[in-house]
C-alpha cells in the first residue's frame, strides 16, 4: 500500500546544480501536484497537472519544471538550483479532473537543501 | 481569490485541556469544499475531514470536532481533552470550483499546537 512516493527524501545541492525530484502514485488518481513548504509560509503549489498530459503553473513556478511521464509519474525539476528553493517538497495525488473537492494524498516530503 | 487564514500561529496546551483552532477563508465560489490535515513532527500530512460548501452541519469524530460557519466564513477545529499525541502543525485548506483553481487546494499558513503533559 505504497500511495504516494518521493524520491529523494533528502538532499544537499550547490548553488547552480540542477537535480530532479521524482513522484510516484499507485491509486490511479488523475490529478498530481507539487508544493513546497517554507517555515512559517503554509504549503504553496509549484505545479500542477490535472490529467495525464496537462501540466499547469502553481503560485510559485518560478525556477522549476515539470514533466508529468505517464499517469502515475510526476517530477518536478531544479534547472539552477538557488539557495531559495530550500525546502520541503510535497507531492500529492488526488481523483479529481475537473471537478471540486478531491482529497488530497501526500507523499512524505523531499528535504532539499541548497548551498 | 481563494485565501485561507490561519490568525493563531503557535498555541500551547496543558494535557486535557479543549483547544480550538481557527480558520477563516475567501472565496467567491458557489461550491467549495474545506479540509484539515495534521502534520506530526514527524513532517507527513495527514488528512482528517473534508466539508463541502452546502453542508453546514457540525461533525464530531472522537475527540476532534469541527464547527462551519458560512456566514463567518470559518471552519474551526475543537480538540477535546487534549493529549500530548495531538502536538502537531494543523492546516486548514480551500478548494474552490471556479476555472483555472477548480480542485486545487490552498492552504492557511498553518497552527502549531503544543500539548504539554
Known amino acids: 500500500n505504497a500511495g504516494v512516493t518521493q524520491t529523494p527524501k533528502f538532499q544537499v545541492l550547490k548553488t547552480g546544480q540542477s537535480m530532479t525530484l521524482q513522484c510516484a502514485q499507485d491509486?490511479?488518481?488523475?490529478?498530481m501536484y507539487w508544493y513546497r513548504q517554507d517555515p512559517g509560509m503554509g504549503l504553496r503549489l509549484i505545479y500542477y497537472?490535472?490529467?495525464?498530459?496537462?501540466?499547469d503553473k502553481g503560485e510559485v513556478p518560478n525556477g522549476y519544471n515539470v514533466s508529468r511521464l505517464n499517469k502515475r509519474e510526476f517530477s518536478l525539476r531544479l534547472e539552477s538550483a538557488a539557495p531559495s528553493q530550500t525546502s520541503v517538497y510535497f507531492c500529492?495525488?488526488?481523483?479529481?479532473?475537473?471537478?471540486?473537492?478531491?482529497?488530497?494524498?501526500f507523499g512524505e516530503g523531499s528535504r532539499l537543501t541548497v548551498l | 481569490a481563494q485565501k485561507v487564514t490561519q490568525a493563531q500561529t503557535e498555541i500551547s496546551v496543558v494535557e486535557k485541556e479543549d483547544v480550538t483552532l481557527d480558520c477563516v477563508y475567501e472565496?467567491?465560489?458557489?461550491?467549495?469544499?474545506l479540509f484539515w490535515y495534521k502534520q506530526p513532527p514527524s513532517g507527513e500530512l495527514v488528512f482528517l475531514i473534508r466539508?463541502?460548501?452546502?453542508?453546514?452541519q457540525n461533525e464530531i469524530s472522537g475527540r476532534y470536532s469541527w464547527n462551519f460557519q458560512k456566514s463567518t466564513s470559518s471552519f474551526n477545529f475543537t480538540i477535546t481533552a487534549s493529549q500530548v499525541v495531538d502536538s502537531a502543525v494543523y492546516f486548514c485548506a480551500l478548494s474552490g470550483d471556479r476555472g483555472s483553481t477548480l480542485g486545487r487546494l490552498y492552504f492557511g499558513r498553518g497552527t502549531q499546537l503544543t500539548v504539554w503533559p
Open positions: 466539508r463541502n460548501s452546502f453542508d453546514e
Open positions: 497537472s490535472a490529467s495525464e498530459g496537462t501540466t
Open positions: 500529492a495525488s488526488s481523483e479529481s479532473a475537473g471537478r471540486v473537492g478531491g482529497e488530497l494524498f
Open positions: 472565496t467567491r465560489d458557489t461550491t467549495y469544499y
Open positions: 491509486m490511479n488518481h488523475n490529478s
